[in-house]
């Protein structure tokens, strides 16, 4: 994420009010509460939040929970993740004769480990009242310092808060201050909302929130649930915030424009850097502009992420002097720069070498889709260079993206709206940003088998194209070309009856070339009058599919990104053994296509086996309507990859 805090500023701020106190007296707790089990309660959960509220003060964020818990699994709904350390907490625990246990520390809870509702493969810590139990009421309050000042002199800011929870909730109630400095942005969910203006305070209540759960192949920011978003920016932009849409988003682009071509300081170095990294570029302005950042990534050191080789290679004062990132005098002496520098650079060059651009400004889909109507600059994550040519589709570059394809754009960012500015009148537009084709990210592995009597023994080499190399090389980046090595021997050793005798990454920081894995290993197997042959031992599913895949879908159908894998592997057919090949497997549907051959060849040393697997993934959203068509597509995936070929023992 970029952070363009020079864009904006503000002015002194007023003094801060008061927060309200963190501590008061509960509530009585109706005895209709008491009468509620876990069977009815809806969905099976085995509690329900009777009330949440959330207040956002001048000074601090309050939070506070009313949960029933009727049941075993409903224990879950009273686990929270660990409280800020300099905030406060104060709650109870009450059960059905009266009693109560309370508590006033964080140090109280237990701290114990729990898969994500969010992600079951991942593990993380959660606090859990004391003296819970499978039939009682929590009642839980927690106070947490904002700086929303330090915000507003940064000139920007913001903060979300997603607020239905995995458990349904009663009564939801949003409480934000009327302070001068931040704005906020709340959607209801497409549930009824009512609003009421009290002395300091917005309040928004909304009943019967259902619970979220997660689904596979979904995107949570995608859901239309109840969302408070709170937000700084500087006073030239909150001003044109009031003036409507239009205004507001003109205001933008004339601060980008600012931003990126004012106030340039060029010399004699510059110019000099410039002719140099210039001279002999393609005519095409696509081809050029790719050129161009190749080169940029060859010539300057972009401190956006260093590999762990460049990070030993810089000395304490080059680390800590001053970038400016408009200095592209100081930039062409010293040869790095960060993001934001390299960007500037890049569309200076190209200025200077013809060539006019449109820029992007795009947001993460992880966090939010963009919204014209929400007023508000925080939203912009990133941005990107357009370049287009006569009887070509345009192209996408971000050149301050290190260790990938000049033109691989995240899939964060595909197929999300954006604001598209053309640079030579800088006017814009909304746009969409289209999915790259599944031809961008590609992963081919090239396996030869020998099969010895008790093992499978395999050598494997593995190439990848798109975000699949910059993935990858991420992952390798920051480790000795021996460490890189072991984390690709741990990788593939996952399964129990595989051992790998040799793993080597090749390319990990070239950004000229994709990465490279080769690999040899062995693999048990038992004897028998069947040989059953694994033809890919180590390729993973195209997608990674859950177990198990519910019935009906209400929410979209979001896959990472549009993709294809290829896997061929050879083999010879071992003594005493037959085989005749196998029929194709071949399906396709809307989603993309599966196919999966297996034939016996004649080969230098005797008859041999090759098989080849291909997926292709062309779709990267589709409405819930398409489910059972994906569990198809899934299906196949599976059944593709996890084929066994099977050879007979001769007579």
């Not at 939010?368 to 929400?374: K, L, S, V």
Request: charged share 30%.
């Amino acid at each position: 994420m970029k952070w363009n805090s020079a864009l904006l500023c503000l002015a002194v701020l007023p003094a801060l009010a008061g927060a309200e106190p963190a501590a008061g007296l509960w509530r009585p707790i109706p005895a209709d509460v008491w009468a509620m089990t876990d069977a009815s309660l809806p969905g099976g959960l085995g509690a329900v939040n009777l009330a949440r509220r959330l207040r956002v003060t001048d000074t601090a964020v309050l939070n506070e929970f009313r949960i029933r818990i009727c049941s075993q699994r409903g224990r879950r709904a009273a686990e929270f993740t660990p409280f800020a350390k300099d905030g406060t907490v104060v709650g109870r625990v009450v059960y059905p004769d009266g009693r109560e246990l309370a508590f006033d520390s964080q140090k109280d809870f237990h701290l114990k480990t729990s898969l994500s509702t969010r992600n079951l493969d991942v593990q993380e810590k959660v606090l859990v009242p004391p003296g819970l139990t499978d039939d009682c009421v929590v009642d839980l309050r927690w106070e947490e310092p904002r700086y929303w000042a330090i915000w507003a002199k940064l000139g920007r800011g913001s903060e979300s808060w997603h607020l239905a929870s995995t458990y349904p909730t009663r009564v939801l109630t949003v409480e934000v201050s009327h302070a001068n400095w931040f704005d906020f942005f709340f959607n209801s969910g497409g549930l009824e909302c009512l609003p009421v203006n009290t002395p300091g305070f917005r309040v928004l209540t909304i009943k019967d929130v259902p619970a979220s759960t997660d689904v596979p192949f979904s995107l949570p920011s995608a859901r239309n649930s109840p969302l408070l978003k709170l937000y700084v920016q500087g006073n030239l932009i909150r001003a044109a915030s009031r003036q409507g849409k239009e205004a507001f988003w003109k205001k933008v682009v004339e601060l980008y424009k600012d931003f990126f071509t004012k106030d340039l300081v060029m010399g004699s170095r510059y110019r000099a850097f410039s002719e140099a990294i210039r001279r002999d570029l393609p005519a095409g302005h696509q081809a050029l502009a790719q050129e161009l950042a190749l080169r940029l990534q060859d010539k300057v050191l972009n401190l956006r992420r260093l590999s762990l080789e460049e990070r030993s290679r810089r000395t304490r004062k080059e680390s800590e002097e001053r970038i400016e990132n408009k200095d592209l005098e100081a930039l062409a002496r010293r040869g790095t720069a960060n993001g934001e520098g390299i960007f500037i650079l890049f569309l200076q060059l190209l200025k200077e070498a013809g060539v006019t651009p449109r820029l992007l400004l795009v947001v993460d889909r992880d966090k939010g889709f963009f919204r014209a109507d929400e007023k508000n600059i925080n939203q912009i994550d990133d941005y990107l260079v357009s370049i287009e040519e006569p009887g070509k589709p345009p192209i996408w570059l971000d050149p301050a993206l290190r260790f990938a394809s000049p033109t691989l754009v995240l899939p964060d960012y595909q197929g999300t709206p954006c604001i598209e500015i053309e640079t030579a009148g800088w006017t814009s537009r909304f746009v969409d940003l289209p999915s790259q084709a599944s031809s961008t990210n590609q992963r081919r592995d090239t396996y030869r088998l020998e099969l010895l009597p008790d093992q499978d023994r395999f050598t494997l080499e593995a190439d990848f194209l798109g975000y699949d190399d910059y993935r990858w090389k991420w992952t390798f980046m920051n480790l000795e070309p021996r460490e890189q090595d072991r984390k690709l021997r741990e990788q593939l050793e996952v399964r129990l009856d595989t051992l790998v005798d040799k793993a080597q990454v090749l390319n990990a920081t070239d950004p000229r070339r994709p990465i490279q894995w080769k690999a040899e290993g062995r693999i048990d197997r038992a004897v028998g009058r069947h040989r059953r042959v694994d033809p890919f031992p180590r390729t993973p599913d195209a997608l990674s599919i859950p177990d198990a895949l519910p019935e009906t879908r209400s929410e979209w159908i979001v896959l990472p990104y549009q993709l294809e894998r290829l896997a061929v592997s050879r083999f010879q057919l071992p003594p005493g053994y037959d085989w005749k090949g196998a029929p194709p497997y071949l399906r396709s549907n809307e989603f993309g296509s599966v196919s999966l051959t297996a034939e016996r060849v004649d080969g230098p040393g005797g008859p041999e086996g090759v098989a080849t697997l291909q997926v292709k993934v062309v779709k990267a959203m589709a409405n819930p309507g398409r489910w059972n068509a994906f569990r198809d597509f899934l299906g196949w995936i599976r059944e593709a990859g996890s084929t066994q070929l099977v050879l007979e023992r001769k007579p």
